[in-house]
């Protein structure tokens, strides 16, 4: 009923920049919350960042000052523009939305993750 998909992932050099995308689709009345996770091997997933729908955010502590979640109400859609990246930012980076359904249900949908690896 309502899909998520991500774009923006790759490969990326210390330093370098990468901006993920997120668009939730279907039907859909409204979102709430958009999140980006993230997963490196061998780790627990990590909440990156939340964006509310007055547009007020949540950046984690080891992203604060490099990472920026923004968002784009008319679209639907959720951004992580991520800056200075690091090696240890290497993970399967997954876009979240807390949605209201047309039924008017609220349901939780994760998009498919997509890759971000950073060389050292």
């Known amino acids: 009923q309502v899909q998520l998909v991500e774009s923006g992932g790759g490969l990326v050099q210390a330093g370098g920049s990468l901006r993920l995308s997120c668009t939730a689709s279907g039907s859909i009345f409204s979102i709430n919350v958009m999140a980006w996770y993230r997963q490196a091997p061998g780790k627990q997933r990590e909440l990156v960042a939340t964006?509310?729908?007055?547009?007020?955010?949540h950046h984690a502590d080891s992203v604060k000052g490099r990472f920026t979640i923004s968002g784009d109400n008319a679209k639907n859609t959720v951004y992580l523009q991520m800056n200075s990246l690091k090696p240890e930012d290497t993970a399967v980076y997954c876009c979240?939305?807390?949605?209201?359904?047309?039924?008017?249900?609220?349901?939780?949908?994760w998009g498919q993750g997509t890759q971000v690896t950073v060389s050292a």
């Open positions: 964006i509310i729908k007055d547009g007020t955010t």
């Open positions: 979240n939305a807390l949605v209201v359904t047309i039924g008017r249900s609220m349901v939780n949908y």
